[in-house]
């Protein structure tokens, strides 16, 4: 278990750090957000939130046992993510996207996205959680890697990326629109809009579990503070069970930022919560999200189980 101190210290230091960002920004000067017509702050626009920043802290590597960058180091790793992207693909590899297609990322002045715990790491999971995630991983171990549809990831069969608030290496706008009453949270990818109610009503029954689960948002201040309850199974995050109650934070720092926060609160599967920020920078430029057409387009699917096929004949020929 940790020390409970340290958590505090760990939540406090992130505040202090959101704290003179937001005067930073400013010069000194608390930062208001704008406000709609009908007064609620004003987070609309198109917004990315794209980075080659990590997850969690490396444990190896010149990041290693650090916390903060500066701008160059910063912008380092950045750099470092735009070549790999556009290195040569090893001998019988046909390669990938390369960086014409990614998002321009923004570099962190930290080495990983988690804020707590302190450590900048996942936390472990409960033991009830590793038997749980052994149990699915020799369940799935008795089929190959392509048997049917089903064992291919909902990525690949474009029904879903589920709540994505880690982002991807393209596509990684969100829209925000609100109205009385109501915020929509648009993701670019496969085009997920969540209809978020701010008006107190009660969430889903428990076995209503949509994709992106049920969202119920409200303002404390100038920040939009968001729980998500009853996420469907299939769309886990880094094993996350069906308890999980997912707590977003969205607060408009500059006119062109938002700070984004998101608390993991799943006793299932951590042993205890962790929390990541990862800011969204605006839009501009006449740049606009495109239509995700996914699906339309997915030969992908075909070919995966085709080749499956094709490679069971083939073994089958040679005994």
């Not at 960002?21 to 000194?28: F, M, P, R, T, W």
């Not at 046909?94 to 923004?106: A, L, R």
């Not at 393209?170 to 925000?176: E, K, V």
Request: charged share 25%; hydrophobic share 35%.
């Amino acid at each position: 278990m940790r020390n409970p101190s340290l958590i505090s210290l760990g939540v406090l230091s992130a505040l202090l750090a959101l704290a003179w960002a937001v005067a930073a920004q400013s010069g000194g000067q608390a930062y208001v957000a704008p406000r709609t017509p009908w007064g609620d702050p004003d987070l609309q626009g198109q917004w990315n939130s794209q980075t080659a920043t990590p997850l969690e802290r490396p444990l190896t590597g010149e990041l290693a046992g650090k916390d903060a960058l500066t701008d160059e180091e910063a912008e380092a790793v950045e750099q470092r993510n735009r070549d790999r992207n556009d290195s040569a693909p090893t001998a019988g590899d046909p390669g990938t996207y390369n960086s014409f297609w990614n998002d321009i990322g923004k570099g962190l002045n930290r080495t990983q996205l988690i804020l707590d715990p302190p450590d900048g790491r996942v936390p472990a999971y409960t033991p009830a959680a590793e038997q749980r995630l052994a149990t699915e991983r020799a369940e799935r171990a008795t089929r190959g890697p392509a048997d049917s549809y089903a064992d291919l990831p909902i990525w690949t069969r474009c029904i879903t990326r589920g709540w994505n608030g880690i982002g991807s290496n393209y596509s990684s706008n969100t829209q925000i629109f609100q109205s009385p009453g109501y915020v929509v949270v648009l993701q670019e990818l496969i085009h997920e809009p969540r209809i978020i109610p701010l008006d107190g009503r009660p969430g889903l029954p428990s076995d209503v579990k949509p994709w992106l689960g049920v969202s119920r948002g409200h303002f404390e201040g100038d920040t939009l503070v968001v729980e998500t309850r009853n996420l469907d199974a299939r769309s886990s995050y880094r094993g996350s069970s069906t308890e999980l109650v997912l707590t977003e934070r969205y607060t408009r720092v500059a006119d062109d930022e938002i700070d984004y926060r998101f608390t993991m609160h799943d006793p299932e599967t951590y042993v205890s919560d962790w929390t990541v920020g990862r800011p969204m920078r605006q839009e501009t430029e006449g740049l606009t999200i495109f239509e995700y057409a996914c699906h339309e387009g997915n030969i992908a699917m075909t070919g995966i189980l085709a080749g499956a096929r094709k490679e069971e004949q083939d073994a089958a020929a040679k005994q």
